[in-house]
């Protein structure tokens, strides 16, 4: 049982190019969650989908964009990478968003840009 | 946004101690959530509480939710070197679909 699977664990681009990092989970999770984190700041949510079909700003989503491909599966892609977008990326699904539901998080995507 | 303060930011303690975290908010929260993170992995769920006042307990771990529901604390008991990590809070409004976090407290333990 993997939970949630983030690719790759470790990425680094140079400034402008463009990336996508996948996230996939096997909990049969109905909602599913970006989050990036950098040093002293804690997590901080990038876009989120509640549900297949819908996506949502988080608290930092400005040079993301995300694609909810299917219920399995939420990715995450940098359209002109920056160097302040350097950062260690997690995924997180629930079962559901609000209520009772606590998130689950992968192994997190290390991104470096130069 | 809404904001949880976490603390302290970093704790150095002795192997056998025992550890004391919390979390606070100017705003009132229906769940509140304990994650550990190791280095290089992501946050584990430690414990989650749902009502206030709850007091829940996951082996040498002990965590309450505030009677305000706008805070929470987590302490541990006999620390061993394996308790090392960040530890994080989050918070969750009532009715809300996202998460609020602290800023983690960092625990070091010496042998």
Same mark, same amino acid.
């Given at each position: 049982?993997? +939970?949630?699977? &983030?690719?790759?664990?470790? &990425?680094?681009?140079?400034?402008?190019?463009?990336?996508?990092?996948?996230?996939? &989970?096997?909990?049969?999770?109905? #909602?599913?969650?970006?989050?990036?984190?950098?040093?002293?700041?804690?997590?901080?949510?990038?876009?989120?989908?509640?549900?297949? +079909?819908?996506?949502?700003?988080?608290?930092?989503?400005?040079?993301?964009?995300? #694609?909810?491909?299917?219920?399995?599966?939420?990715?995450?892609?940098?359209?002109?990478?920056?160097?302040? &977008?350097?950062?260690?990326?997690?995924?997180?699904? #629930?079962?559901?968003?609000?209520?009772?539901?606590?998130?689950?998080?992968?192994?997190?995507?290390?991104? #470096?840009?130069? | 946004?809404?904001? /949880?303060? $976490? %603390?302290?930011?970093?704790?150095?303690? $002795?192997?056998?101690?025992?550890?004391?975290?919390?979390?606070?908010?100017?705003?009132?929260?229906?769940?509140?959530?304990?994650?550990?993170?190791?280095?290089?992995?992501?946050?584990? /769920?430690?414990?989650?509480?749902?009502? =206030?006042?709850?007091?829940?307990?996951?082996?040498?771990? !002990? =965590? $309450?939710?505030?009677? !305000?529901?706008?805070?929470?604390?987590?302490?541990?008991?006999?620390?061993?070197? %394996?308790?090392?990590?960040?530890?994080?809070? =989050?918070?969750?409004? %009532?009715? =809300? $679909?996202? /998460?609020?976090?602290?800023?983690? !407290?960092?625990?070091?333990?010496?042998?």
């Amino acid at each position: 049982n993997a +939970g949630v699977t &983030q690719t790759p664990k470790f &990425q680094v681009l140079k400034t402008g190019q463009s990336m996508t990092l996948q996230c996939a &989970q096997d909990m049969n999770h109905n #909602s599913m969650y970006w989050y990036r984190q950098d040093p002293g700041m804690g997590l901080r949510l990038i876009y989120y989908s509640a549900s297949e +079909g819908t996506t949502d700003k988080g608290e930092v989503p400005n040079g993301y964009n995300v #694609s909810r491909l299917n219920k399995r599966e939420f990715s995450l892609r940098l359209e002109s990478a920056a160097p302040s &977008q350097t950062s260690v990326y997690f995924c997180a699904s #629930s079962l559901r968003t609000g209520g009772n539901q606590p998130q689950h998080f992968g192994d997190g995507t290390r991104l #470096s840009i130069l | 946004g809404q904001q /949880l303060n $976490q %603390s302290p930011q970093s704790m150095f303690i $002795q192997e056998g101690e025992d550890v004391s975290m919390n979390c606070t908010s100017s705003s009132i929260f229906n769940t509140w959530l304990w994650y550990k993170q190791d280095p290089g992995e992501g946050p584990v /769920l430690l414990i989650a509480l749902y009502k =206030a006042g709850e007091l829940t307990s996951n082996g040498r771990l !002990t =965590a $309450q939710f505030g009677i !305000t529901r706008k805070d929470s604390f987590l302490n541990i008991s006999a620390s061993i070197p %394996s308790d090392v990590g960040i530890y994080f809070c =989050a918070g969750q409004l %009532s009715g =809300a $679909q996202k /998460l609020v976090f602290g800023q983690g !407290t960092r625990l070091t333990i010496n042998p």
